[in-house]
């Protein structure tokens, strides 16, 4: 079965189209009116080898809230409906992603329970040209819809563009492991509740 599909999301205040293959090679092909956001995005797409498109325009003249929050919504709601049943899938996933000075650590579980734990201070109010505060409200937006609980740590780092790539690369990479499937389970859920 592909798991791959599309997402649209269009408000008052946004307009996100989002494609997902979570089993691609980590080909992206993203546009927001926030280049570091891209930045950010295609790291996790490349690392989590998901083949991963994104078209978002929103009302940033206000300021990038909406934008920001709305493309983490529309991503975890794209996870959502890629991954189906999720009969099969391994579930939860971890990864500790060291980037020069920065390392930073990401668990998830894919439980039906939205969940954020965001513990990652940073220093300056901008990364590039991304409202660093935003970056948790990303995480918020993604956990609610996709239903996920996320565990993030910035356990070290000096340069703030380098503690947000590994948070990202991290993320792909703990998202790669949780949707993967596990071929002694194909057709039974990862829960002993018998529900997700």
Known sequence: MLRKTSFHRKTKETDIKIELNIDGKG??????PIPFLDHLLNNFGK??????????????EIDQHHTVEDIGICLGEV??????DKKGINRSGYFV???DEALSVVAIDISGRAFLN????FKKEKIGDLDSDLIKEFFWGFVRHLEATLHIRALDGE?????AESIF?????AMKMACSKEKRILKELPSTKGLI
């Not at 996870?79 to 189906?84: H, P, R, S, T, Y």
């Not at 965001?118 to 201070?121: D, H, T």
């Not at 340069?159 to 503690?163: F, P, Q």
């Not at 690369?169 to 990479?173: D, E, R, S, V």
């Open 27 to 32: 080909k992206t092909d993203i546009l927001t």
């Open 47 to 60: 690392h989590g080898l998901f083949d991963l498109n994104i078209r978002a325009k929103g009302d940033i």
């Open 79 to 84: 996870f959502k409906k890629a991954l189906g």
């Open 97 to 99: 992603f060291p980037l």
């Open 118 to 121: 965001f513990n990652c201070k």
């Open 159 to 163: 340069n703030e563009h380098h503690k």
């Open 169 to 173: 690369k991290a993320f792909g990479k």
